[in-house]
């Protein structure tokens, strides 16, 4: 079960990593669509981001604990470089548009703090 959940949800979070950089770079005047596009991914990731960490608390079960952390692990390799400039980006991306970390909040003001992405690290 968890590696037919692992594999195509690391997919998706490449492809819209991958996609709103391509959208950030085509249109670089922010047109409305574009905006409500990227708006869209960001609240996406932030919904993914709350519950994974909300699965992480005292008493959950080892397997929904340890897939919360995998999850997690996945979203952070994909996008723990806007959090941390120190991070390069992704190996997977090397020949995909960057993702200006000005123009794309993927973790969310709640999510955690800069220590706990950096341990989670």
Known sequence: MKHKVLGPLGRLLMRIRSSVAA???????GSPATLQAVAAQERWLHW???SLVDSLYPGATHERSFMALELLHLHLDAFGDLINPALGPPA????????????FDTFGPGFCTEGTVQLLL
Request: glycine share 4%.
């Open 92 to 103: 997977w991306s090397a020949d995909m548009a960057a993702l200006p970390r000005d123009r």
């Open 23 to 29: 959208l950030l770079s085509r249109d670089r005047r």
């Open 48 to 50: 993914f981001g709350r």
